[in-house]
């Protein structure tokens, strides 16, 4: 076959294809060296086919249509990141001190698309962002899943943040009660002199305060029947429980198999812990781990390959901005350094993640059908020393690097 | 690449040691390693030294210490091979306080002249040695004192602890620090000039105790030789002067007066300069035997020091941290001061001096021409060192200025080029064999040799 | 001068023979110079056989395939204090009896284990003493897999009251206001604790309507305490707590009552005897004195307080509340009773069959007994001499502590 | 351990009750069911006879002749057993340290109580024979010295006075590791400098003297040296015999003392790193042959440093060193006398040790956890005795030896027995029955006339040093606290995600 012939006859199909239809104004093709579809498979010198907002096609091999805008990228392109949770442009505004129950709240109604923090984040390869409280309240609230550019509500009620974690507990005002790392005033109760009126408290007086009294409060709570507690009943709101310590961890999922609640356990830093495993697969609950610091041991990095082995889905908390959004990336670099399979790590990264969010079949992959979200690397995307060079969200550019690089 | 660096060696495997004439400087020779056995390493590529390769070369290892390093070396039979894609020299952490006693790290009335040596703690925290050394950091320069302007004499340390003493260099380099939030609380700015001053201050000091002594020496000597010559004189004609005296004696008792002797004058004897340990400590590193590294982050700071030190023209200053230092990067350059970066994201919640903290700092120095180092920022996390060195290229670092930060450029600043850094005949045994590119975080790190043994599989 | 030679060698670490993963063979028969059973007379050269984590025999002979000198049942501490602190208390509310601690265990806690390799086998679990009546307690094993529902022995075995000074630690009363609410705490005395402990029972027999679904939870485990289903379990250390106990429970006759951490009750024998309420006896300090630790005082146990208490056949118990230091441990308090003047076999009891008794778990541990669990005690020596240590742990019929090999 | 003051009243009176009980002529018998001589087999229903304060004899009861004019102590079920030795001590003190760095000019003659509670402790232990040193919050403590705990003045306590410097590893208040080894090593470094500065004056006055007088023609008659030369092992300054030794300054005086090994040296340490600081200094200025490490529990883990040195060790720390492993989250256990003996370190058990107080318990616990009987026992006799250079004297029953007896109504290692008589260089000092405190710590019953014990007066300020010793102790224990409330807090960035 004479490279001429291969040419007209690879390029029928899409000019039958482009004929039959007009050809719209933002159909964008992208041809890059590797392409990761996000399911484990690697497409070398790929095609991808965009077209309003989703994806039209990813193919190898075909060659591209001639008539439409193609953009020729020499590095990998792949689903666009998912951050599991994050505070991102609402730093400080996801939790209330005064009560401990905020049924009602919705992370929605402090989603600022502009802010800088999105900004931020599409420069690190993340396009869509989790908004949800940080686990200071038993109940924080409804959490959203947002893109982190164009302003645009992936999923309004992404899952209903509970927390089983010491942070939600109150503190009585007994001066001997030693929170671990709180603030010297935040201990003497009260302002003195302030309003008298019972309901007003300052940080740390609230009720409850003890893990049975938690555990009886969200019990009467579900037992209400009221909504969201409802719909998390019956499956159709997921949840995100917090829990840090072990035990809080197995009573999160005692407390969600108990009531047929489905989601993920978010913080976990031991959930590799065997016994631990044991009670999470039992309750079919994903993990959402951390967010890492830098002094992390060794156990809590592996608890991400053993998660995957169990086959439960694991993600990536980035509680941005206390952490940078640089960050994502560097928690799966050190995964990886324990040994964590890579294409474990990718799915932490993006499929589970957006299965954990909610989104699983809108975002998350490079497939027909999916939204485009999609970045363009310098290199391989699990390798620090490459960098986000272009980041699309829907479609559309949102985001380039700004200076030529040598 | 540039063709390896092609070393013959006879077959026979000297068995002395290297001559002491190969080290520089006060380095102690470390005590062979218990007998391991010959260890080789073949790799694709054998990176000796930043932008210098040797395609699949081959580096022999006996008793702690490199034997060879080339392309076709020759291996004797009974050698442990260990094969990779890439190897490549120990990384070496600029900045860190791994292995010190905690309390040590953050004492605030610590003086020039303390020792970080007396805060190593074999049995403290091993676990943080091991992650480290699973980074692939097998040296770091530790420092105590992170809390006050003068921290005292940094040590050069192997991370891997063994019977063999765990120490490079005793005091690789003298440390302060300027504008830090000590105590909780956070100087303004007249504080934090006032540290640059009182800084410059004990430098002129210390200059000035050095001169005193070199002056008291001369002194010294001409007046011992002074008081030789008068010895012989008087010596010669001790006997006139005994007969002088006997006369006078009689005569004074014949007139019934008080006899008075004859008054003996000399100059005195110059009086030596007190010994002051920290002068000392100072004096060597306006001397230039050991570098001045100084925490240092403002803009404002960084101007004055950079404009007082200018006269100590002997005195090798390493900056470290350096958040706002984009602006002076030609100056560095041409004064050849080495910056130590501490390239690791960091959200909103920042210390105060870290505000305007940028990942691409590293790199615009090394694009001016400045000797950048990379450090974990003098905590005990230095197994981070790999993650740092790939963001910093991330963001813009050229990959060999970024090996280079991690390996030949401290073990140079600190005066170890002869120990670590590089892989090189004669050189400690710290090796590390990866699976794709040293800063590929993708790539796992599948062996660590440190001082001729293997730690880590 | 040169550098310190550092060495990495550690001396040798010779640990207790490390916590085997639990070994899956169920059936042991161990044999032991002397079996004490604490049921009976204790047997020369006897022999336990253990079958699917119950005893299946107890007699004479020899030939186990364990040999040690001595066995014993399985310890029991009532006042072992392993709770998540101020976690396991819920102080929105004085009394909160409704809420039970199992929901705020930390069953990963390194302490179990340490009680539980010095050869405590069941323990009772509590509320932290923040609250005047803290909720109910369980008894649970110390070893199994970390889940409550396979280490319980008993729920809601009692109910927790708390006498002394620190209910009201740290309360204050605000110099003007509404005193009633949770930011403003009562009470801050003795006087005004006993006044809530009152209120509490006070209101449960009144039982006019309680629209709070909490406080009608509480009122019906109080109701339940004074029918006798459920023990009062009370923590009363001076002599005037342990005074105001016994008042409380004649007053609203609370049938059965344990006075917990009793370090003075010995000085209140006729009370002791005239109300029948049981004993809990703290550690023997070494100076016979234990500070309050929440106000400047101190309290004094002499060392016969054990034998004083078994001669007003008082039923009692030991406890080594959770003791870190080794030759303080609740197997050692059982030396000190007897150092006290306390006969072995009474000794013996009050850390094995009494405390059992105590709590209603009779039937199940405290005891080598045929069809008990198997929780077994091995000793290199004459039991709670300190020349003899526990080598082996058998907790449900598992070997969690082997005794063969020779660690020190 | 609280050493709550009575009254001075009441305590004179407890003093004066046991010391009736002793009486003159020095001419004493023991009988007892067994005999622990520790220098040999155990005797059965044997015999002592104590004159002036030695034995002169020992052995079976038919063997060994009853002088007629003798008391005689014990009977059929008692075990006599050499009098216990405490081999390092600060307790028995009013305040245990100077707060300035390096005070070696200090004497614990200033400041020992010889009507503290430690001592009446001691008696009920069967201690008979105690060394009291300067506590460890120093750089360079004072000296101390040895004592019998029975007497009224300082005079009567002393066995041997100015015995021991002592010196700490272990960071004095306010200091760390870095900073108390940088004052160590300066205390040695100031006493060379001030040693070379005094000899080079010297050397320059007579080189003036000479000069001066051949020029005023005088015959010089040549002055011979007063001082002696520098002893010791590790350093020297050459001249310093032209110095004589009284015209030293008293604050460098005993340091040169220890460096020419003239003065046995207690080194305290808490951690292994205190233990490698503690030899470097030793070794490095050549008292390394008279160091005894006083150690806590966590120092086993550098017992092969100890090991390698040489050095005898007093263990004041607990019996077994708890300690959780971070990275696993278990606890280990760790006996820290097995560790000692397995690496041939001598090694003695002090009252000091949180464990217990009385050492026939500390044995017995340490025999519980695999240690041999020998071995225990000759931790609490025969090895603080030769650590205290008392060999000879004391810490077995032998002919010759001090009639230090401790009698006890059973086996002394088992929890039952306790300490009946107590004899001291063949005075009975004494006697339960007659022992006030005891009686009540026993049966909680406060015997008539002496003070109530319930309202025990809150340490007064004076006392801070102790305070200080126990806040150490309080802090040892709140950081236990601390460490077990992180514990709880398991893993994880912390709250709140690693804010």
Redesign the interface.
């Known amino acids: 076959m004479t490279p001429f012939l291969t040419t007209v006859l690879a390029s029928l199909p899409v000019l039958s294809a482009a004929c039959a239809r007009p050809a719209d104004e933002n159909v964008l093709q992208i041809r890059a060296r590797e392409l990761w579809v996000g399911d484990g498979q690697r497409l070398e010198n790929a095609l991808l086919v965009v077209a309003d907002g989703r994806i039209r096609s990813v193919s190898t091999g075909r060659a591209p249509d001639v008539s439409l805008p193609l953009y020729e990228h020499d590095g990998v392109v792949t689903a666009g990141l998912i951050a599991c949770q994050s505070e991102s442009g609402a730093a400080g505004e996801l939790y209330d001190d005064t009560r401990a129950v905020l049924a009602g709240a919705h992370t929605l109604d402090v989603f600022q698309p502009e802010h800088r923090d999105f900004e931020r984040a599409r420069a690190a390869g993340i396009t869509t962002v989790v908004l949800s409280p940080g686990g200071e309240n038993l109940v924080g609230g409804i959490a959203c899943a947002v893109k982190t550019a164009g302003g645009r509500v992936l999923e309004p009620r992404s899952a209903l943040a509970l927390s089983f974690s010491g942070a939600a507990l109150g503190r009585t005002n007994s001066a001997q009660f030693f929170f671990f790392g709180a603030a010297e005033d935040e201990l003497q109760g009260p302002a003195e002199g302030g309003p008298e009126q019972p309901g007003r408290s300052a940080r740390g007086t609230r009720e409850p305060t003890s893990y049975s009294g938690a555990v009886a409060t969200l019990q009467r709570l579900f037992a209400s029947g009221a909504e969201p507690y409802a719909s998390a009943e019956r499956g159709q709101l997921p949840v995100t429980l917090d829990a840090w310590d072990r035990h809080e961890i197995v009573r999160a999922a005692l407390f969600a198999r108990e009531h047929g609640l489905r989601g993920a356990v978010r913080g976990a830093p031991l959930a590799g812990d065997p016994e631990v495993l044991s009670e999470l697969k039992k309750s079919g609950l994903g993990v959402i781990l951390g967010p890492w610091s830098a002094e992390q041991t060794r156990a809590s990095l592996e608890s991400l390959p053993r998660l995957s082995e169990a086959g439960l889905p694991v993600a990536f908390a980035l509680d941005a901005p206390a952490h940078s959004p640089e960050d994502l990336r560097l928690f799966a670099a050190r995964a990886l350094s324990v040994g964590a399979p890579r294409d474990a790590v990718w799915k932490a990264l993006t499929v589970d993640a957006a299965a954990i969010a909610g989104v699983g079949e809108r975002v998350g992959r490079l497939a027909e059908g999916m939204q485009a979200d999609f970045v363009l690397w310098s290199g391989d995307p699990l390798d620090l020393r490459s960098r986000a060079q272009k980041v699309y969200v829907d479609g559309v550019l949102a985001w380039s690097e700004p200076r030529p690089h040598r | 690449m540039l063709a390896g660096l092609f070393l013959s060696l006879s077959t026979s495997v000297p068995t002395s040691w290297p001559s002491p004439g190969d080290f520089l400087g006060p380095v102690?020779l470390p005590r062979a390693a218990d007998d391991e056995p010959l260890l080789a390493v073949r790799a694709g590529r054998v990176i000796v030294r930043p932008g210098e390769e040797i395609e699949n070369g081959v580096v022999l290892i006996e008793r702690g210490i490199v034997l060879a390093v080339g392309k076709d070396v020759p291996i004797p039979e009974g050698a442990r091979v260990l094969e990779g894609k890439v190897a490549c020299a120990g990384f070496v952490d600029a900045w860190s306080s791994l292995g010190l006693?905690p309390?040590?790290v953050y004492?605030p009335?610590?003086?020039p002249?303390?020792?970080?040596?007396?805060?190593?703690?074999?049995?403290?925290?091993p676990?943080e040695r091991v992650?480290a050394l699973?980074?692939g950091v097998t040296s770091a320069r530790v420092q105590?004192?992170r809390a006050s302007i003068f921290a005292?004499l940094g040590a050069l340390v192997y991370t891997d602890?063994?019977?063999t003493?765990?120490?490079l260099l005793?005091d690789a380099c003298l440390a302060g620090s300027i504008g830090l939030a000590r105590g909780g609380r956070v100087p303004d700015v007249f504080d934090r000039v006032a540290e640059v001053d009182r800084l410059i201050g004990a430098l002129d000091k210390a200059r000035r105790y050095r001169e005193s002594q070199v002056e008291f020496r001369d002194e010294l000597k001409t007046w011992l030789e002074g008081?030789a010559k008068?010895?012989t004189e008087?010596?010669k004609d001790?006997k006139k002067?005994?007969?002088?005296?006997?006369k006078e004696e009689k005569d004074a008792k014949d007139k019934g007066k008080e006899f008075k002797?004859?008054k003996?004058k000399?100059d005195k004897?110059p009086r030596a300069v007190r010994?002051d340990?920290d002068d000392e400590a100072i004096a060597r590193a306006v001397e230039g035997e050991v570098p001045l590294v100084v925490e240092v982050h403002r803009a404002s700071e960084i101007r004055r020091l950079l404009d007082k030190t200018e006269p100590f023209d002997r005195l090798r200053l390493v900056i470290a941290g350096a958040t706002e230092a984009r602006s002076f990067a030609e100056e560095l350059a041409e004064r050849d001061i080495a910056v130590i970066v501490w390239p690791?994201?960091?959200?909103?919640?920042r210390a105060d001096e870290y505000q305007a903290h940028d990942?691409a700092l590293a790199g615009e120095l090394a694009r001016a021409g400045v000797r950048v180092l990379i450090g974990s920022g003098g905590?005990?996390?230095a197994?981070?060192l790999?993650?740092l060195a790939?963001?910093a290229?991330?963001?813009?670092m050229d990959?060999a200025d970024a090996l280079a930060a991690i390996t030949s450029a401290p073990a140079r600043v600190f005066d170890a080029a002869q120990r670590v850094g590089t892989l090189e005949r004669g050189r400690s045994a710290d090796v590390l064999v990866f699976d794709g590119?040293p800063?590929?975080?993708?790539?796992?790190?599948r062996f660590v040799i440190a001082r001729g043994r293997l730690v880590v599989q | 001068m040169n550098a310190m030679l550092l060495p990495l060698s550690l001396g040798v670490v010779c640990v207790l023979s490390p916590w085997l993963a639990a070994q899956e063979e169920d059936d042991w028969t161990i044999s032991a110079d002397m079996v004490y059973t604490a049921a009976g007379a204790p047997i020369e050269d006897g022999v336990v056989r253990v079958q699917d984590g119950k005893i299946t025999a107890v007699g004479k002979g020899g030939g186990g395939s364990l040999e040690v000198a001595a066995i014993t049942p399985g310890l029991i501490d009532l006042g072992v204090e392993i709770d998540t602190g101020l976690y396991s208390v819920e102080q929105s509310r004085e009394s909160a009896a409704s809420l039970s601690v199992a929901d705020a265990l930390d069953l990963f806690s390194f302490q179990w284990k340490r009680e539980l390799t010095s050869g405590v086998t069941t323990v009772l679990a509590v509320p932290a003493d923040y609250d005047v009546v803290g909720g109910l307690g369980v008894v649970l094993k110390t070893g199994g897999p970390a889940t409550l529902e396979a280490r319980l022995v008993r729920a809601d075995a009692v109910l927790r009251g708390a006498l002394g000074t620190q209910p009201s630690s740290g309360n204050n009363a605000p110099r003007f206001g509404d005193p009633a609410n949770f930011y403003y705490r009562r009470p801050t005395t003795r006087m005004g604790v006993e006044w809530v402990f009152r209120k509490a029972f006070y209101d449960t027999i009144q039982g006019e309507g309680v629209t709070e679904p909490a406080i009608a939870a509480d009122h019906d485990v109080l109701r339940r305490v004074l029918a006798g289903e459920l023990t009062l379990s009370v923590a009363a250390r001076a002599t005037q707590d342990v005074r105001t106990a016994i008042y409380l429970k004649e007053e609203f006759k609370i049938p059965h009552m344990i006075i917990d951490d009793a370090v003075e009750a010995w000085r209140e024998p006729e009370l002791l005897v005239r109300s029948g309420a049981s004993v809990v006896l703290p550690p023997f300090p070494a100076d016979g004195r234990v500070d309050d630790g929440f106000v400047n005082d101190s309290y004094f146990v002499p060392l016969e307080a054990a034998r004083m208490l078994h001669d007003l056949k008082v039923t009692f118990a030991l406890s080594g509340h959770g003791s870190r230091e080794v030759g303080t441990r609740l197997s050692d308090q059982a030396g000190l009773a007897q150092r006290g003047g306390l006969a072995f076999e009474d000794a013996l009891a009050a850390v094995t069959l009494t405390p059992a008794r105590m709590v209603g778990v009779d039937q199940r541990v405290g005891s080598l007994e045929v069809g008990k669990d198997a929780d077994l005690v091995l000793w290199n020596g004459k039991p709670f001499e300190p020349t003899a240590r526990v080598v082996g742990v058998l907790l449900n019929g598992r070997l969690v502590l082997d005794p063969r090999p020779a660690s020190r | 351990m609280k050493n709550p003051k009575l009254p001075p009243a009441a305590r004179a009176l407890c003093a004066g009750v046991l010391l009736a009980v002793g009486h003159a002529d020095g001419k004493l018998v023991i009988e007892a069911g067994r005999i622990v001589t520790q220098a040999g087999p155990d005797i059965e229903n044997g015999r002592i006879v104590i004159e002036n304060g030695r034995i002169t004899a020992l052995g079976k009861a038919d063997e060994v002749e009853k002088p007629w004019d003798a008391v005689v102590l014990g009977g059929p079920k008692t075990v006599a057993f050499p009098g216990f030795i405490e081999a390092h001590t600060s307790q028995g003190m009013d305040r245990a340290n100077e707060n300035i760095d390096v005070a070696p000019f200090l004497d614990i003659r200033d400041s020992i109580d010889p009507v503290a509670y430690y001592f009446e402790d001691c008696l009920r232990y069967g201690i008979t024979t105690v060394n009291v040193q300067q506590g460890a919050n120093c750089v360079v403590g004072g000296r101390g010295m040895i004592v019998r705990p029975v007497g009224m003045t300082v005079e009567e306590l002393t066995v041997r006075p100015l015995y021991g410097l002592k010196l700490s590893a272990r960071p004095k208040n306010g200091k760390s590791r870095a900073t108390q080894m940088q004052a160590l090593r300066y205390a040695f470094d100031d006493l060379k400098h001030y040693l070379e500065d005094l000899v080079e004056k010297e050397r320059d006055e007579r080189g003036y003297a000479k000069r001066e007088a051949l020029f005023q023609g005088r015959d010089l008659e040549e002055e011979k040296a007063q001082g002696r030369a520098m002893g010791g092992t590790a350093w020297k300054v050459d001249g310093l015999d032209l110095i004589p030794r009284g015209a030293l300054d008293e604050k460098f005086a005993p340091l040169l003392d220890l460096v020419e090994g003239r003065y046995a040296a207690f080194i305290h340490c808490a951690d292994p790193l205190d233990v490698a600081h503690a030899l470097e200094i030793a070794r490095a200025n050549g008292f390394l042959a008279r160091t005894t490490l006083v150690i806590e529990e966590d120092c086993w883990k550098a017992a092969d440093l100890i090991a390698e040195a040489g050095v005898p060790v007093v263990l004041e720390g607990a019996l077994v060193d708890v300690r959780r492993d971070p990275v696993t989250g278990e606890e280990q256990e760790t006996f820290v006398p097995g560790v000692l003996h397995d690496k041939g370190v001598r090694f003695a058990l002090s009252s000091e040790s949180p464990s217990t107080r009385a050492p026939a318990f500390q044995a017995a616990l340490a025999i519980g956890r695999g240690l041999e009987r020998a071995a225990a026992l000759d931790a609490v006799t025969k090895v603080p005795a030769e650590i205290l250079g008392l060999g000879a004297e004391v810490g077995t029953l032998e002919v010759g030896k001090l009639g230090n007896v401790a009698l006890f109504n059973g086996d002394p290692l088992s929890v039952t027995s306790w300490v009946e008589h107590v004899v001291i260089e063949g005075k009975p000092v004494y006697d339960r029955s007659k022992d006030v405190r005891n009686k009540q710590l026993l049966e909680g019953v406060q015997p008539a006339n002496t003070a109530p014990p319930s309202k025990v007066d809150a340490p007064d300020p004076e006392h801070a040093d102790e305070a200080g010793k126990e806040g150490a102790q309080d802090e040892k224990k709140e950081d236990e606290k601390k460490e077990e409330k992180e514990e709880k807090k398991e893993e994880g960035g912390g709250k709140g995600g690693g804010r």
């Open positions: 102690r006693d309390v040590s004492d009335n610590v003086t002249s303390s020792r970080t040596l007396d805060a190593l703690d074999p049995w403290q925290q676990q992650e699973r980074g105590v004192g005292g602890e063994r019977s003493p765990a120490v005793e008081v008068k010895v008087l010596e001790f002067a005994k007969k002088d005296r006997e002797e004859k003996f000399e004897k010994f340990p690791t994201p960091m959200g909103t919640w990942l905590g005990s996390d197994r981070e790999r993650f790939a963001l290229v991330g963001h813009g990959a590119d800063l590929d975080t993708g790539a796992p790190l």
